[in-house]
């Protein structure tokens, strides 16, 4: 079965104790939801640094920096895209990038 990364851009740190604990309780739900579909749950990430061609290096992350990520298994890009739109991020005004990952 087709595997998708799930890369998530934007949101916001939860600002209190409360709100952490509210947002982790959606994002569980969430993975719950989809079952056997979730192959590695991923992590949020820290700031990130870009390494470009020409050897430079831009230390903000660019304009839409990740945020974190989660691996699935979906049938087909539209099947992945039904799965993301339950994420917790989007109430957070954050965005999920979705795309097929390709064995080598």
Known sequence: MPKFIF???G???PETEEEGARVMAE???WFENMGTAVVDG??????SS????DGSVSCDGGPNPLSGYSLVNAESIEQATELARGCPILKAAGSV?????FEM
Do not use: C, R
């Open 7 to 9: 890369a998530y851009h």
């Open 11 to 13: 949101g916001k740190m």
């Open 27 to 29: 994002w569980m739900a």
């Open 42 to 47: 991923g992590n949020p990430v820290g700031p």
């Open 50 to 53: 870009t390494l470009h061609s």
């Open 97 to 101: 990038e979705i795309a097929e990952t």
